[in-house]
């Protein structure tokens, strides 16, 4: 059995509230700027703050094409939400590393993945899986591998984006936040043209064990 991870408290950012948002109000405080952004679209007045926040409070894992991923997406103040760009989305090490380090050391409600219809990287991944007799650099074969995940549907992204959620819900650094609800696992599929996010519901197998009822945020610190 692989123990959870200790982060000792000098790798915490300096004035870190010491209790994260909950994950089911980061998820829908994601879910809201990424209305609000619409209505932005149509013309709406951007207004609010936009302070730079002094602590993220969500992770989105998205891919490195224009227009894929970013904090527009959301409608949130500088800082509120990072990003983690690969092609496809991919979960390598350095991708690996990055989610890690804001769940256990930056204390995120809730991670993202985040994908989108007619991704040219997911099409490459997929097509370079069932090639025969390429020579990749390891790099390339590596991500191969992470970036193919669940494309072989009629839905490449929508297949991709539950794999990849699949994953993380089950990494062995991640185990004990996501099986307790510290922090949400969650999945959504990008659309280029309306830049609305179809949120997945979350699976019917979702484990959440008992824990103590979170103590309240900050809300001030984390970009509210």
């Given at each position: 059995m692989?123990?959870?991870p200790s ?18 109000q ?12 619409l209505?932005?679209l149509s013309?709406e007045s951007?207004?609010g ?8 409070y969500a992770?989105?894992?998205?891919c ?7 904090e ?6 500088p ?6 760009r ?9 991708a690996?590393?990055?989610?890690e380090f804001?769940?256990?050391?930056q204390?995120v ?5 985040l994908?989108?219809?007619g991704?040219a990287a997911?099409a ?5 899986r069932?090639a025969?007799g390429l020579?990749?650099?390891p790099?390339?074969?590596e991500?191969v591998?992470?970036a193919s ?7 490449p992204a929508l297949?991709h984006?539950?794999a ?5 819900r089950?990494?062995?650094a991640l185990?004990t936040?996501?099986?307790s609800g ?7 599929v990008?659309d ?5 996010i179809?949120f997945l519901?979350d ?7 008992e824990?103590?009822?979170p103590?309240?945020p ?7």
């Open positions: 692989v123990l959870p982060v000792p408290d000098w790798m915490r950012p300096r004035g870190l509230p010491p209790h994260r948002m909950p994950s089911a980061a998820l829908q405080r994601l879910r809201s700027g990424n209305h609000r952004h209505r932005q013309g951007a207004g703050d936009i302070t730079p926040a002094d602590f993220p992770l989105v894992v998205g490195m094409e224009p227009g894929a991923a970013g527009e997406l959301f409608a949130e103040r800082g509120a939400i990072e990003c983690v690969t092609a496809g989305p991919s979960l390598g090490a350095d690996m590393a990055a989610i804001a769940a256990l050391v204390n409600g809730v991670v993202l993945v994908a989108h219809p991704c997911l490459s991944a997929r097509a370079a069932r025969t020579n990749l650099s790099s390339l074969a991500w591998q992470t995940a669940g494309t072989a549907g009629e839905d297949g984006v539950r990849l959620r699949a994953r993380l089950a990494a062995d185990l936040l996501t099986r510290q922090v949400k696992i969650a999945g959504g990008l280029p043209v309306t830049r609305e179809a519901p699976e019917p197998d979702d484990f959440v064990e824990c103590d009822p103590q309240r900050d809300s001030t610190r984390y970009g509210s």
